[in-house]
């Protein structure tokens, strides 16, 4: 089951031989902040698992992470988190079929912007 995906110009695209290991919303204002919406929702992948067109421009956007953006048209892509190389958080909305790929966890929802009503039946991502 191929996955695959594009930024909005299209100058940068993504993908994977494989599902993502999972979905999750995240609500930490970082994230909100580096996608420009009340919620990022990002699928995990196994870093080896994903293929990109061209790299994408990075960001360190902390000490322990780093955003991928299209260097042309600045779509965010991707989320890495330094202490896990192996792994990288890909933005569901860049995905060419993100309804097929539901989320199943929230992470940091005591971040979360009091109105926003989306999957609460949802799980915390597991700690560990």
């Not at 988190?81 to 933005?91: F, G, L, S, T, V």
Request: hydrophobic share 30%.
């Amino acid at each position: 089951m191929p996955v695959s995906g594009a930024c909005l110009c299209g100058a940068v695209r993504f993908e994977a031989a494989v599902p993502p290991r999972r979905v999750t919303h995240c609500h930490c204002e970082m994230c909100r902040k580096a996608t420009g919406a009340a919620v990022a929702t990002f699928a995990t992948f196994e870093s080896s698992k994903v293929r990109w067109s061209c790299d994408p421009a990075r960001y360190d956007s902390s000490d322990r992470g780093w955003r991928g953006y299209c260097p042309k048209c600045g779509s965010s892509l991707c989320f890495g988190y330094k202490p896990r190389p192996e792994r990288i958080y890909i933005a569901i909305g860049i995905f060419d079929n993100p309804g097929e790929f539901p989320a199943g966890f929230h992470d940091n929802r005591g971040s979360k912007i009091d109105w926003l009503h989306v999957d609460d039946h949802l799980p915390d991502v597991p700690q560990g």
